[in-house]
C-alpha cells in the first residue's frame, strides 16, 4: 500500500528536500538507515520493482516510439527509489559519507585467496553480509540499462 502510494517520492519532497535536512545527522542517519534497510532486508521486493522498472520503461519507449503520450498510471516505484538515495546522498555538509557504506573496499584478490575480516563474534570472508548486499544492488542497478536512457 506504501508503495502505491508512492512513498519514496513523498519522503524525498517532503524530508530530505526540506532545506534544514541535511545539516541534521539524526535524521540522515535514520533515513539512511531505512533505505539500507529495506535494501538489505527486503531484496527480493526491490527486485521485484526493479523488474517493474524495466516493464514500465519498456512500455514507456513503446509508447514513445509510436508517438504516443505513456498511461498515466504506470507506477514507477523503483525510478522514485533511486531519485530518494540521489536526494540523500547529493549533499553531505557533514562529512558522514554515509554512501560509502554501499562499496566494498575489501580486494577481491585477496577475499579469493582465502583472507579473514575477524569481527569480535566469529570470521568473516571477505566484507559484511550488508556492505555486499548494498553493493550488489548498486551493481544490479546499473545492469541492463534500459534503452529509454540513451534517447537523445
Known sequence: MALADRVFLFI??????????HSEEFYLRRIHGIITDLIVNMTLKVKEMRNHGDEVARILMLHLAQGEEPPPSLRKDFHQLLELITALYE???????????????????????????I???????GPPQRQTALFKFVRQSGDLLPPLLYVP
Not at 524525498?12 to 534544514?20: D, G, R
Not at 557533514?94 to 582465502?114: K, N, P, Q, R
Not at 569481527?119 to 570472508?125: D, E, L, N
Request: hydrophobic share 30%; proline share 7%.
Open 91 to 117: 549533499d553531505d555538509p557533514l562529512s558522514l559519507e554515509l554512501c560509502s557504506e554501499y562499496w566494498c573496499t575489501a580486494d577481491t584478490s585477496m577475499m579469493d585467496a582465502g583472507s579473514y575480516i
Open 119 to 125: 569481527s569480535p563474534h566469529r570470521f568473516h570472508h
Open 12 to 21: 524525498k519532497e517532503n524530508i530530505v528536500l526540506c532545506p534544514s535536512f
